[in-house]
């Protein structure tokens, strides 16, 4: 495990003998008992998502490289490891309503934003204040990157 957020685990793994990032993420096809319908991320929009991210192909964008959605059976032990296996991915179609887990597998990324400004690696090691040059350079960058997604009609945002 190299990550885990409010939304799922990212581990680190091997797909086609590159080194890649696989996103998991639970998910309910229908809301918990009690639960308000709103609550929920559906089926068939998750399923839309993820086909989305493979069609993104641009330098300031993480590539997806495939996508797999499974009915969950049981939940990954504390330390596993595992290999991707693609023989099935591409995700599924229609409506649902159990349990599941997406898969993405995406582009290894070495670094991130909050990388950079922890490590501190856009400031100037000598007088240890941020270098302009290389904090716009970043900055365009991550424009470029969304106004790519925006004219594809995306509009990125984290739950």
């Known amino acids: 495990v190299v990550g885990k957020g409010a939304c799922g685990t990212v581990f680190k793994g091997t797909w086609?003998?590159?080194?890649?990032?696989?996103?998991?993420?639970?998910f309910s096809g229908s809301p918990a008992p009690g639960k308000p319908a709103a609550s929920y991320q559906p089926y068939e929009?998750?399923?839309?998502?993820?086909?989305?991210?493979?069609?993104i192909s641009h330098r300031n964008c993480v590539a997806t490289y495939r996508y797999d959605i499974k009915v969950v059976r049981s939940r990954e032990e504390p330390g596993a490891?595992?290999?991707?296996d693609d023989t099935h991915a591409g995700g599924g179609a229609g409506g649902a309503t159990g349990d599941y887990?997406?898969?993405?597998?995406?582009?290894?990324?070495l670094a991130s934003l909050h990388h950079a400004r922890v490590g501190r690696?856009?400031?100037?090691?000598?007088?240890?204040?941020?270098?302009?040059?290389?904090?716009?350079?970043?900055?365009?960058?991550?424009?470029?990157?969304?106004?790519?997604?925006?004219?594809?009609?995306?509009i990125h945002g984290d739950h």
């Open 101 to 109: 887990k997406l898969y993405l597998v995406q582009e290894w990324c």
């Open 121 to 154: 690696t856009l400031h100037n090691p000598d007088t240890g204040l941020p270098e302009i040059g290389r904090v716009l350079a970043v900055f365009l960058d991550v424009a470029c990157g969304i106004e790519y997604l925006h004219a594809k009609g995306i």
């Open 45 to 55: 929009q998750t399923v839309r998502e993820a086909a989305v991210c493979t069609t």
């Open 16 to 26: 086609r003998g590159l080194e890649v990032a696989v996103k998991t993420v639970l």
């Open 81 to 84: 490891h595992f290999r991707v």
